[in-house]
């Protein structure tokens, strides 16, 4: 069965592999968030001043998943609207790609479009099925599988070793199993380190780390653990409707999906055909 990491065996295995620092922008942001009266004027300005995080926030405030019935053209409309938390995970999930997009790298391309499809849908996820924690929906969506971009610098043959991994996932075998043979590290533990060092919330750090240990958590019917179970239900179905499994692991099949699904539909009760009908809507939306 499945082995966790030693937090030993975790720091040998960080070693060579770079966790990109966090952007003077968010660190800024964040220092303004963190006052006792968050000032949203000094907020909507520090966003202003990067002409590619306005653009990409006005582009996810205007899409449809927000479902406004105007459009939004200033930083400080939609700072008002949104908050300075939920402004602040979706700048810190965008900054994340334009730390990490590496030009040598073309294999990326597609890693990026998955975890903005992934993002948005976890955000229509999040929202059609009530949650209160929709930015930090989409931030899990867009930094889950931040680990896999800095896994493939530093080993030449890691793409090979994911496909082999999303391959033989199932029951009995995580992904990240097969990655820690390999590497003896894995990319939900990369990218929680990375999500931690950049101050995301602890528990999309926690959602980060886990997102393959679905089948462990799910099966435990406690109430424990109930916010990393809501976080991590919206992004296994995103990623299954997303298929991460055929654009990252190059399968024809979810082998991971078959062996948690039931589990997850379950959890958030809803019946298979009630999901078929959820898959609809969001392709409607656009995420595909």
């Known amino acids: 069965m499945s082995q966790e990491l030693s937090a030993e065996q975790i720091q ?32 909507a300005k520090l966003i202003s001043q990067d002409p590619g995080l306005s653009g990409a926030l006005l582009k996810i405030v205007n899409s449809p998943y927000y479902g406004l019935s105007n459009k939004i053209a200033s930083i400080q409309r939609a700072v008002n609207l949104l908050g300075s938390r939920s402004i602040i995970n979706l700048i810190n999930a965008q900054s994340i790609k ?9 294999t990326l391309n597609r890693f990026w479009d998955t975890a903005q499809d992934v993002a948005m849908t976890c955000l229509t996820l999040a929202k059609r099925t009530g949650s209160q924690a929709v930015d930090e929906a989409y ?15 530093r080993f ?18 995580r992904v990240v199993d097969t990655e820690n043979r390999a590497f ?9 380190y990375t999500a931690k060092s950049w101050r995301l919330p602890e528990h999309v750090t926690n959602a980060i780390a886990n997102h393959h240990n679905a089948l462990a ?18 992004l296994k179905m995103a990623e299954h409707i997303c298929a991460s499994y055929r654009v990252l692991g190059n399968q024809v099949e979810d082998h991971e999906w078959n062996s948690i699904g039931h589990l997850i ?22 995420a595909h």
Do not use: W
Not at 98 to 106: A, H, L, P, Q
Not at 225 to 233: D, F, H, P
């Open 12 to 43: 040998q295995a960080l070693q060579g592999i770079s966790v990109p620092p966090q952007p003077q922008i968010m660190v800024d942001l964040q220092m303004e968030q963190y006052m006792p009266d968050p000032d949203l004027e000094v907020i």
């Open 184 to 192: 003896n590290t894995n990319h939900a533990v990369v990218g929680y």
């Open 265 to 286: 539909l379950d959890y958030v009760g809803l019946s298979d055909y009630d999901f078929e009908n959820l898959k609809e809507t969001v392709r409607e939306l656009g």
């Open 156 to 173: 030449p043959d890691y793409m090979t070793v994911l496909e082999e991994a999303y391959g033989s996932a199932g029951p009995e075998q």
């Open 217 to 234: 958590i799910f099966s435990d019917e406690s109430s424990r653990n109930s916010q990393l179970k809501n976080l991590l239900a919206i």
């Open 98 to 106: 334009g730390e990490m997009s590496d030009e040598t790298i073309v």
């Open 139 to 153: 931030a899990l969506g867009l930094f889950h599988d931040c680990g896999v971009p800095l896994m493939l610098k």
